[in-house]
């Protein structure tokens, strides 16, 4: 039993740590506003969420697992709801996503 | 730096990160502190003064070498007077000879409570702590002396305003779950201070952010329905009345002002009443302090918008 405990809580660590680091990675390489938002966003959700679901699986029934999972919660709400306020307060002062069409018309206005 | 936004998000970040420093030292109750005050309602009431003034710095016509040099100055003075302090962590440092070992070896027998740094706070530096409360105090009255609204915004404010949020239906949703939810760890901070991370200031932030949020999304003429802003002012009064009326209290008892030994039978028992107290009176006081600063700010948009 506290061997497959070990290892799914060391999955949700590992993985957690993986969508922090992807989440970093797009938030400095991703072309505009929004989906850099979405990087972002998946560093709180995914993130952190995975990482505090590997901790809650390691501590164990406690104090300390209520406090995590209500940190999980919370985090959950609060995150995604400012990401979700960031990109349409950005959408509303007139940022507009970068799409593919603008893409494709900016190479055939560049070709000569 | 032009953009004054940034200038504010920076500072809010800066916070934040002196606060996982504080958390890093074990000074949970400064870092909790750092992180409720720097990080949380400065920046949310710099964003609200930005809402008043322009977006970006003016451009100033002289080039500001006079000022460079007096920092550069004081900067390298206080560097100077750094060299003769004793080295970081240093056992025989003034500081960790003169009172702390007192506090920390007979806190626990005579004021009888787990976080030493309330003790500390509230009872063996209880002059201090009246003095921050009655800065903040005089601070509110300050800022609320130079942006008097009135009557007349006021009345407008309590007709149907719609909050500038009112559309948005997903942040209200969020706010209506967590709101709640805000309030009670405000009351937890406040009266569990004693034996965790927390007190008066922390707790009344918290509380005060909580009643901002509501303000925000579902406009202040709901809001005053409970927190009257009439009501809120003298309640910042009220809370350092608290906190002098437990001072005049022990004198009128035979004791020390602020000396809450006398307050009940057992010295023990009366300080733990003392510093409930006292931590009451600063939780009201910086928490209707901070509603009222916000309130003020809401109405003089409300007098922009409206009233031209």
């Known amino acids: 039993m506290e061997l497959i405990i070990d290892i799914l809580s060391w999955i949700f660590l590992v993985l957690g740590s993986f969508f922090c680091f992807t989440g970093a990675l797009g938030l400095l390489r991703f072309p505009d506003f929004f989906s850099r938002t979405h990087a972002a966003g998946v560093t709180d959700t995914m993130g952190a969420g995975m990482i505090l679901l590997g901790l809650i699986l390691q501590a164990g029934w406690g104090l300390v697992m209520a406090k995590l999972i209500m940190i999980l919660v919370f985090s959950f709400l609060a995150s995604t709801t400012a990401c979700h306020a960031m990109a349409k307060a950005a959408l509303k002062s007139g940022l507009r996503p970068h799409t593919d069409h603008d893409h494709n018309a900016e190479d055939s206005s560049s070709k000569p | ?308």
């Open chain 2, 1 to 308: 730096m032009h953009d004054l936004f940034a200038v504010v998000m920076l500072s809010g970040i800066y916070s934040l990160l002196s606060a996982s420093l504080f958390l890093d030292l074990d000074a949970v109750d400064v870092a909790f502190t750092e992180a409720s005050v720097g990080a949380g309602i400065s920046t949310l009431l710099f964003l609200a003064t930005l809402k008043l003034v322009p977006r970006h710095e003016k451009e100033s016509r002289y080039k500001p070498t006079l000022a460079l040099a007096v920092t550069i100055a004081t900067g390298a003075l206080l560097i100077y007077g750094t060299l003769d302090m004793p080295h970081f962590g240093d056992g025989n440092a003034p500081v960790h000879q003169h009172v702390a070992p007192r506090y920390l070896n007979d806190s626990m027998d005579e004021i009888g409570i787990p976080n030493v740094v309330t003790s500390v706070l509230a009872s063996y530096r209880g002059y201090d702590t009246l003095g921050e409360t009655l800065v903040i105090f005089t601070a509110g009255i300050g800022v609320m002396s130079l942006l008097l609204v009135s009557q007349r915004t006021k009345d407008q404010a309590r007709k149907k305003v719609p909050a500038d949020m009112q559309q948005q239906v997903i942040l209200r949703v969020v706010a209506k779950m967590m709101i709640p939810l805000i309030l009670i760890f405000a009351l937890y901070v406040q009266f569990h201070g004693d034996y965790s991370p927390g007190g008066g200031f922390q707790a009344g932030v918290i509380f005060a952010a909580g009643i901002i949020l509501y303000t925000m999304l579902f406009g202040l003429s709901l809001t005053q329905k409970v927190f009257n802003s009439k009501i809120v002012e003298l309640f910042t009064a009220l809370g350092v009345l608290l906190y002098g009326g437990v001072g005049v209290a022990c004198l009128i008892l035979g004791g020390n002002f602020l000396d809450y030994d006398v307050l009940r039978h057992d010295a023990v028992h009366g300080q733990h009443l003392g510093i409930l107290l006292v931590e009451l009176g600063v939780g009201i006081t910086v928490a209707s302090v901070m509603i009222t600063l916000f309130f003020k700010f809401t109405w003089r948009t409300v007098k922009h918008k409206y009233n031209q």
